[in-house]
């Protein structure tokens, strides 16, 4: 989706995995100039051919607005920011940082401080929507901050995102939002491949499980989204099996820290667990399947 803007700015976005680089692709589109890092080289060549810039990010660092980082973890974060390379401090005054990554509330706190400290603002703003909606533009952003850091990120929110949910001016609270949609995402997630494979035990098939689910009281975004990964017995990660040990393990963390007993979410966290202990990491989220086929011996789409 193009977007018009009225502001063209300077944008150097990390992380050009799934979500991040439909994010670049969108601000381009919407007619920013946008420097593109990522440890795999491919990544970058491939952001060149859609319009990245090809000048040395080193070279345009003082003149930068926003940074976009959309990387794994809050240490991919922090390294972004202030390791022995980061560019927090080679930020002109004012530069807006977006960080998009799932990080407990209490980092996003400590890393709106840092920046801060060195005269950058700070936009807590994890995002959800998955690798298609990124790059339509159309992702929702679960956004904290202060009236400038959400003013300065103005120019660039209209393009990546259909809805920004303005949640407040304490950094956190975004990230507390995306624990929440965590918590139900990777249940959602862990309960189709759960009861998908309890029907094929009772003789219903995956595909005739969709059609009949899919339009039922039972269904679900997840559900409707990830089910048909298995049917076609393709498992190219959109979301990979790796990202919900971390992103569980974040909500139960929380949850600790609040007294806050989490069972389902728990019993989830289990299964991508033993899903990454099969070798199914780096598989899409709906791999966790191949768990509860294994355990009783059911014979996936796809599988010899």
């Given at each position: 989706?193009n977007?018009?803007?009225?502001?063209?700015q300077?944008?150097?976005?990390?992380?050009?995995?799934?979500?991040?680089?439909?994010?670049?692709?969108?601000?381009?589109?919407?007619?920013?100039?946008?420097w593109g890092?990522?440890?795999?080289?491919?990544?970058?060549t491939?952001?060149?051919?859609?319009?990245?810039?090809?000048?040395?990010l080193?070279?345009?660092?003082d003149?930068l607005?926003?940074?976009?980082?959309?990387?794994?973890?809050?240490?991919?974060?922090?390294?972004?920011?202030?390791?022995?390379?980061?560019?927090?401090?080679?930020?002109?005054?004012?530069?807006?940082?977006?960080?998009?990554?799932?990080?407990p509330?209490?980092?996003?706190?400590e890393?709106?401080a840092?920046?801060?400290a060195?005269?950058?603002?700070?936009?807590?703003?994890?995002?959800?929507?998955?690798?298609?909606k990124?790059?339509?533009g159309?992702l929702?952003?679960?956004?904290s901050?202060?009236p400038?850091?959400?003013?300065a990120?103005?120019?660039?929110l209209?393009?990546?995102?259909e809805?920004?949910?303005?949640?407040?001016?304490?950094v956190?609270?975004g990230?507390?939002?995306?624990a929440?949609n965590?918590?139900l995402?990777?249940?959602?997630?862990a309960?189709?491949?759960?009861?998908?494979?309890?029907?094929?035990?009772?003789?219903?098939?995956?595909?005739?499980?969709v059609?009949?689910i899919?339009?039922?009281?039972?269904?679900s975004?997840?559900?409707?989204?990830?089910?048909?990964?298995?049917?076609?017995?393709?498992?190219?990660?959109?979301?990979?099996?790796?990202?919900?040990?971390?992103?569980l393990?974040i909500?139960?963390?929380?949850?600790?820290?609040?007294?806050?007993?989490?069972p389902?979410?728990?019993?989830?966290?289990?299964?991508?667990?033993?899903a990454a202990?099969?070798?199914?990491?780096?598989?899409?989220?709906?791999?966790?399947?191949?768990?509860?086929?294994?355990?009783?011996?059911?014979?996936l789409p796809?599988?010899?």
């Amino acid at each position: 989706m193009n977007k018009a803007i009225l502001d063209v700015q300077n944008i150097a976005t990390f992380g050009l995995g799934s979500m991040g680089y439909g994010i670049a692709t969108s601000a381009v589109r919407g007619g920013h100039k946008v420097w593109g890092v990522d440890v795999n080289p491919d990544h970058m060549t491939q952001f060149l051919s859609e319009g990245g810039q090809s000048s040395p990010l080193a070279e345009v660092t003082d003149a930068l607005d926003v940074v976009i980082i959309a990387v794994l973890n809050a240490a991919q974060t922090e390294m972004v920011l202030f390791g022995d390379h980061g560019i927090a401090a080679k930020l002109p005054k004012g530069a807006a940082v977006l960080a998009c990554a799932t990080v407990p509330p209490l980092f996003a706190k400590e890393m709106a401080a840092r920046c801060e400290a060195v005269g950058v603002l700070y936009l807590d703003a994890p995002i959800s929507g998955g690798s298609v909606k990124a790059a339509l533009g159309n992702l929702s952003i679960m956004a904290s901050g202060t009236p400038e850091a959400f003013a300065a990120m103005q120019p660039v929110l209209d393009c990546i995102a259909e809805t920004v949910f303005s949640l407040g001016h304490d950094v956190g609270a975004g990230s507390a939002m995306k624990a929440v949609n965590q918590l139900l995402a990777g249940v959602h997630i862990a309960a189709m491949a759960e009861a998908l494979t309890f029907g094929m035990t009772q003789g219903v098939t995956p595909e005739k499980f969709v059609e009949v689910i899919s339009k039922c009281a039972g269904t679900s975004w997840m559900l409707e989204n990830r089910a048909p990964h298995i049917i076609a017995g393709d498992y190219t990660p959109q979301s990979s099996v790796n990202i919900w040990p971390k992103d569980l393990g974040i909500v139960l963390e929380i949850a600790k820290d609040a007294r806050f007993t989490a069972p389902i979410a728990t019993a989830a966290l289990q299964q991508f667990t033993a899903a990454a202990a099969m070798g199914l990491g780096g598989e899409d989220d709906a791999a966790v399947a191949k768990v509860y086929a294994r355990n009783v011996g059911l014979t996936l789409p796809g599988e010899a």
